[in-house]
């Protein structure tokens, strides 16, 4: 052994510390990771969602083939949501 037992066991203590730290912040990303997802399928489950979700596909498709600045000034909306009632 090199070093002083002290020494040793602060530097054990230290690095149990980090891996304790780094666990923890696993443990809390992958939590939100999961209410994240947890919230997606809740949403996307209640009427209405999968609608507004393939509108808004929809209106960034015909968006991108028209000139953006054209579709900006004209102010226009895709048909399907033109005739959509809020």
Same mark, same amino acid.
């Given at each position: 052994m090199s070093g002083r037992p002290e020494e040793m066991n602060? $530097?054990?203590s230290l690095n149990e510390f980090k891996l304790r730290k780094c666990h923890d912040a696993v443990t809390v990303q992958t939590r $939100?990771?999961?209410e994240v997802v947890m919230h997606i399928v809740f949403f996307r489950e209640s009427a209405g969602l999968a609608d507004v979700i393939r509108? $808004?596909?929809q209106q960034t498709d015909s968006q991108q083939a028209r000139d953006p600045d054209q579709a900006c000034s004209t102010g226009t909306l895709p048909t399907n949501m033109s005739s959509r009632h809020m």
């Amino acid at each position: 052994m090199s070093g002083r037992p002290e020494e040793m066991n602060g $530097l054990a203590s230290l690095n149990e510390f980090k891996l304790r730290k780094c666990h923890d912040a696993v443990t809390v990303q992958t939590r $939100l990771e999961t209410e994240v997802v947890m919230h997606i399928v809740f949403f996307r489950e209640s009427a209405g969602l999968a609608d507004v979700i393939r509108i $808004l596909h929809q209106q960034t498709d015909s968006q991108q083939a028209r000139d953006p600045d054209q579709a900006c000034s004209t102010g226009t909306l895709p048909t399907n949501m033109s005739s959509r009632h809020m």
